[in-house]
Antibody, heavy 121, light 114 residues
Framework: EVQLVESGGGLVQPGRSLRLSCAASGFTFDDYAMHWVRQAPGKGLEWVSGISWNSGSIGYADSVKGRFTISRDNAKNSLYLQMNSLRAEDTALYYC??????????????WGQGTLVTVSS | DIVMTQSPDSLAVSLGERATINCKSSQSVLYSSNNKNYLAWYQQKPGQPPKLLIYWASTRESGVPDRFSGSGSGTDFTLTISSLQAEDVAVYYCQQYYSTPLLTFGPGTKVDIK
């Protein structure tokens, strides 16, 4: 059974940093691209970032480019999102999502339950 | 960036009736080399993560009931629920995966029971 478990969310002040993690199990992690998708309270889905199986291809939404860094550790079956210079508009539930395809340009067949990030003073 | 729009914003349908959701992309998501439309549909129920329903615009994900179907090509797509069930109350999102590496979702369509 595929499982994606996010962690690392919490309350943080504007301008500070936070690192999210996603622990994956139940599939061959290094066969697939992985992504972060967020959802602000009461709002729709926003793709944040994605990384290919070998970290050779990475993409970011314009809203986070230059502030967020995605990475993965295939030996640990883990995905990460380093979030710097956080803003109030980054407040959201952050989902870890597994790509259905091997490429970064993909759709998502499994999602975690999400970890909530709240940026507020 | 490819911008996705959906219509209507919400709809209410009687149990057993048909529900139709439209999705439009600002540019074609049909890849000519393989003749595939890079368009997926998701269902999100309250308090739950999204669930994949349809990909390649019309391929149903394993385990998804056959009352869900996707159609369309190029820039215009439709998700149809042929006979609405109570458990289908949710928000439905389309997503394009044509644009590398910028993926975008539609704003969502809320489906309720009339």
């Amino acid at each position: 059974e595929v499982q994606l478990v996010e962690s690392g969310g919490g309350l943080v002040q504007p301008g500070r940093s936070l690192r999210l993690s996603c622990a994956a199990s139940g599939f061959t992690f290094d066969d697939y691209a992985m992504h972060w998708v967020r959802q602000a309270p009461g709002k729709g889905l926003e793709w944040v970032s994605g990384i290919s199986w070998n970290s050779g291809s990475i993409g970011y939404a314009d809203s986070v480019k230059g502030r967020f860094t995605i990475s993965r550790d295939n030996a640990k079956n883990s995905l990460y999102l380093q979030m710097n210079s956080l803003r109030a508009e980054d407040t959201a539930l952050y989902y870890c999502a597994k790509a259905k395809l091997t490429t970064v340009t993909t759709f998502f067949d499994y999602w975690g339950q999400g970890t909530l990030v709240t940026v507020s003073s | 960036d490819i911008v996705m729009t959906q219509s209507p914003d919400s709809l209410a349908v009687s149990l057993g009736e048909r529900a139709t959701i439209n999705c439009k992309s600002s540019q074609s998501v049909l890849y000519s080399s393989n003749n595939k439309n890079y368009l997926a549909w998701y269902q999100q129920k309250p308090g739950q993560p999204p669930k994949l329903l349809i990909y390649w615009a019309s391929t149903r994900e394993s385990g998804v009931p056959d009352r869900f179907s996707g159609s369309g090509s190029g820039t215009d797509f439709t998700l149809t629920i042929s006979s609405l069930q109570a458990e289908d109350v949710a928000v439905y999102y389309c997503q394009q995966y044509y644009s590398t590496p910028l993926l975008t979702f539609g704003p969502g369509t809320k489906v309720d029971i009339k």
